[in-house]
Structures are given as C-alpha cells and as structure tokens.
C-alpha cells in the first residue's frame, strides 16, 4: 500500500496524501493556490484547465495536453506535470506565451492559460515543424480549447509561429531524460477512497474478483463526468492504465490486436496507415486533449448508443477479448451491447483487447459522423460501411451505425439485401431494410425522423463517395463529418 501519491510538478517532487481518489487535479491545482489554471465547464469542453503531462517511461510519446478537471490526482502518480505557472523564467515569457502576446491572442485572459498549455505541446510536436499555414493539425491542435472573446486567428497564429520549434524547456528537459523504468503498481488510499493501479493483468482480475463491486477506470473521460457532474465518490477504483498487455497496437500480416488502455491518440498515430478507416474517425472524436486521456476499451465500456468507435469496429467485424479469473473469452463485438448501456462484460471481468482483421484493399469501405458543429462535439448519428464485391457481386456487407437504436448496431436485414446483388444497384432494398430496423429516438441532437434520414442518407453518400474508388483516406482539410447544425450541443453523453 502506496500512502502517498508522487509526482513532479514543474520540475519540483511533489507529494499528496489523505486526499480521496477521486479529488481531480484541477481541484488540487487550484485548492494549494495555482490557480493560473483556470475552471470553465468541469466536463473536458472548454480546454481552460488544460495542463501538460509526461510519461517518464515513454517520452518517446512525447508531451501530452490534457484537461485537469477530469484527471483524478492518482492518475498523476510517477508523471511529469507542467501547468502555465511553471513557464516563465523570471521575467522572460516561454515561447508560447511571447507568441500569444505577440500575435495579440488573448483579450480577457481566462482561456489564455489553456490555450498556451496546448501550444506548449505543439512546441513539442516534431511533426508540426514547417506546417503549412493552413494545415489541418494545427486546428486539431486548438480544437479542444474555446475562447469566447479574441476569436481564434491571432491564436491560430501564435500556434503557427512557435509548432514543432522545440524550445529549451522543462518540458524539453524532462524528454530527453533516459526512459525510467515502468511505473510499477500502485496502491493508494486516502479519506476513505482506495485507488490500485496494478501492472499486471492478473493482479487486475484477482482483485476484481475480490471486489466485483470496485469500479473500472482508464482514462476517467467518461467516469471523470460522473466524478464532476453527479458529484460521486467512488470507493474502490481499479485502474488498467499500467498493464502493458492492454496498451498498443499490434500488427501480424492483416490482424490487428488493439490493446484496450490504448488511448485514441495513440491509436489515431498508428492507425494513419495500418488502418485509415478508424483514423478517419479519429479525426473527428473529442478534442486533442481528451484523445490523450480516453481509451478504445473505455469507450466500447461505456456503451453509448452514440460512441463514434464501435460503428467503425462493428463494421470491421471487430471481436472483443475479456478476462477473468476463470479465464479468457472472445465475442464478435455485435453481441458485445446487450441494451442502452449495457454489455456483456461480468462483473468480475476486465475488456483486454479488440482483435480485428483489414479489409480487403479493394473493399469499398468509409466512416462519417455527423454533429451539430465539426470539431469537439458528439454524434447525432456516425456510420460505418464495409461492402466487397467480387466480379460485380457483394460478398461481403458490414453497415453499421450509432444513433439509431439503444445500442450502436448493425443493419443486418440491409446488409441481407445487399449480398449476391450489387451495392449500386441494390441500394433501394437496402434502405428500404434499414428504415425497417432502425428505431431512433428523438433527443436535443435530433428527431427520429432527422436520425433515420441521415442514417438513409450516409449509406445514400457512402455508395456515391465509392462509386469510383474504394476508400478516399483522410486527406489534410478534407472532412469525414457532416455538419448538421450551427449549435454547440449541450446534452449529456
Ligand atoms: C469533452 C468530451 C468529448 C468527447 N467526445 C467524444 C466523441 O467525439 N466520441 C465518442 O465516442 N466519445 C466521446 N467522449 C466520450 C469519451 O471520451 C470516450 O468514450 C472515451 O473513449 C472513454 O475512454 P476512457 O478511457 O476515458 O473511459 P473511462 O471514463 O475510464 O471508462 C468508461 C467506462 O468504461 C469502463 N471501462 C474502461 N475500461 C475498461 C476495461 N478495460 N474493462 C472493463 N471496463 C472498462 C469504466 O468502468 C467506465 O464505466 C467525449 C468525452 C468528453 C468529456
Ligand atoms: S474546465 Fe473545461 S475542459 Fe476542464
Ligand atoms: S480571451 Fe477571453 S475567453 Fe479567450
């Protein structure tokens, strides 16, 4: 048992102890009196409480922006942590923070905090040096931070002048330290929570198996709302953020095994070539900063009706692997959603993986997501389309959507329409089948009637876009999404 928690912050050891676990590290910022780190939403949407962390044993991953109002401190334990206090060398602003007041960025001053933590870590982003003004990635970069009073140019341009300059930092400091050793397990207890973070599986399902009723946590994007909004402590976390067997992306010829602690920008890195279909999508999910935070496993786990990765994985005929003490098992991830948030992961068992196979090269396949505004907002409804025909007949149809039905689903009856005839052709059968099963719901995003036509319409889309070529990867400035509407949603995920 771990009594305190440890971590640098801005170059200084820290120590914390008799604190709950589910304290976030906003909260404990702000409490000990940084408050240079500001609140806005408390939900991961404004980017005003974005902080910089590093992995001492991965700092080949480089610096990652993330939103401290939904980081619970335990997941700080061993990381490097640097917040807009620790940047300025006496009088002499950091680079990111001369370039916002160069490039006029900042009018009333509560977002500039956030956004000079993002430009930090483009500071850091060898891959953005020599970006093109109109690069994609540098709104990428910002699209997770809001401000509402300078307008984004001037920020964009403080982005632009100091992306991929890699300044002689702390942060730089902390990254070229040689790799530490693993992080180890972790136990910690304080003001009646308990927080472990095991290093090996089978200490994870052991103690789940001890403690069916402990709650799982990966990146705490979702459960971080339950900590915020519904004001819960939970009593015993078990968190998988250190069991290496569920982090990464492995390739063997065409399969695909994705660990289920791998977070989505991780897996949007290595999916730009090994799998674009996902990346697509990727794209599209959340914000920079919560694409550093959030996990596949933790968003199949989670089980929204209107989760962007299970239509994308469901499409790709995706199997999930479980683990428990009484041993392992594999399901095809369509009998993985049992009901509205429901699946069919045991009490006692833990999500390892997601295994899949690439679809053919001459598959006919895409991804769209639809929202009310592009960047940072969730779906009204996503799709997901596999179709491959041979000498002219389908063979093989995965059509797949979230937003539709309790559960993201498969068009099964529209994909029965489809097989042995061809897409093109056929297409009338297969709407007329998928109008039949879906049963959308009508919400704030959208009536039922908006959802079953734009699920008829993305299907209607997906057949046009690959009439002539059978998959358009990402290119830069191209969009996946559809925007439905001009405002930001405010509903509940
Ligand atoms: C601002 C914001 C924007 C977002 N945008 C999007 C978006 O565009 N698209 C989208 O789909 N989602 C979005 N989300 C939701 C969320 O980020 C994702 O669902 C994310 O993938 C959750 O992963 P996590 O690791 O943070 O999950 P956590 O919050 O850690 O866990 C979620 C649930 O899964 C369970 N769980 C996690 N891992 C496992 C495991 N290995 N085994 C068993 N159970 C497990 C947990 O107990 C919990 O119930 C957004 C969230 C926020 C706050
Ligand atoms: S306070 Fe808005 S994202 Fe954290
Ligand atoms: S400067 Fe006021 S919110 Fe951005």
Redesign the pocket.
């Known amino acids: 048992m771990r009594p305190a928690l440890r971590f640098h912050l801005d170059g200084a050891p820290v120590e914390v102890t008799d604190l709950h676990p589910t304290t976030t590290l906003l909260r404990w910022l702000r409490a000990t009196g940084r408050t240079g780190t500001k609140e806005g939403?408390g939900?991961?949407?404004c980017g005003a409480c974005t902080v910089v962390v590093v992995d001492p044993a991965h700092p080949e991953r480089g610096p990652r922006a993330v939103?401290s109002c939904?980081v619970l401190l335990p997941q700080v334990a061993d990381l490097q942590l640097f917040t807009v206090e620790g940047l300025a060398q006496g009088a002499t602003l950091h680079p990111a923070q001369q370039a916002m007041v160069d490039a006029l960025g900042s009018q009333c001053g509560y977002c500039t905090p956030g956004f000079v933590m993002s430009l930090v870590e483009a500071c850091h982003r060898p891959d953005l040096r020599q970006a093109a003004p109109d690069d994609w990635r540098l709104d990428d970069q910002l699209c997770?931070n809001l401000c509402r009073c300078t307008g984004y140019r001037p920020i964009r341009d403080a982005l632009a002048r100091v992306a991929g300059t890699s300044p002689d930092d702390a942060v730089a400091t902390s990254l070229s330290a040689p790799p530490a050793s693993p992080r180890g397990s972790l136990d910690y207890q304080g003001d009646g929570g308990r927080f472990v973070a095991p290093d090996r599986l089978e200490d994870a399902i052991a103690l789940l198996a001890e403690h069916p009723d402990a709650?799982?946590?990966?990146?705490?994007?979702?459960?971080?709302?339950?900590v915020t909004r519904r004001h819960r402590r939970f009593p015993l976390l078990?968190?998988?953020?250190r069991i290496d067997e569920?982090d990464g992306l492995d390739e063997a010829g065409d399969a695909l095994r994705i660990g289920?602690?791998t977070?989505?920008s991780t897996l949007e890195a290595a999916t730009a070539t090994a799998l674009p279909l996902l990346h697509r999508m990727l794209r599209?999910?959340?914000?920079r900063?919560?694409?550093h935070?959030?996990?596949?496993?933790?968003?199949?786990?989670?089980?929204?009706p209107?989760?962007?990765?299970?239509p994308v994985l469901l499409a790709l005929d995706a199997r999930v692997e479980?683990a428990s003490v009484r041993g392992r098992r594999r399901l095809p991830l369509s009998e993985f959603f049992l009901g509205y948030r429901q699946?069919a992961?045991a009490p006692d068992?833990?999500?390892?993986a997601v295994h899949l196979r690439r679809p053919p090269p001459d598959a006919r396949r895409g991804a769209y997501?639809v929202?009310r505004r592009r960047e940072?907002?969730?779906?009204a409804v996503?799709a997901a389309f596999v179709v491959h025909e041979i000498d002219g007949a389908v063979a093989h149809a995965r059509l797949a959507f979230?937003g539709v039905a309790a559960t993201p689903v498969r068009a099964i009856d529209a994909e029965q329409a489809l097989l042995g005839g061809s897409l093109d052709a056929d297409l009338d059968a297969a709407l007329a089948a998928l109008s039949a099963q879906v049963r959308p719901i009508d919400d704030d995003r959208g009536s039922a009637w908006f959802r079953r036509t734009l699920a008829a319409n993305l299907l209607r889309g997906f057949v046009a876009e690959t009439a002539s070529v059978p998959f358009a990867p990402l290119a830069p400035g191209h969009s996946a999404t559809v925007a439905a509407g001009s405002q930001p949603s405010g509903a509940s995920?």
Do not use: M, P
Request: hydrophobic share 40%; net charge negative.
């Open positions: 939403c939900e991961g949407d939103n939904l997770g709650r799982v946590v990966s990146g705490a994007t979702d459960l971080g709302l339950d078990l968190s998988v953020a569920l289920a602690a977070s989505l599209y999910f959340g914000s900063q919560i694409k935070r959030g996990t596949v496993g933790g968003n199949l786990c989670n089980a929204s209107i989760g962007d990765l299970a479980l699946t992961v068992e833990l999500l390892v997501k929202s940072l907002d969730i779906s996503s979230g995920r």
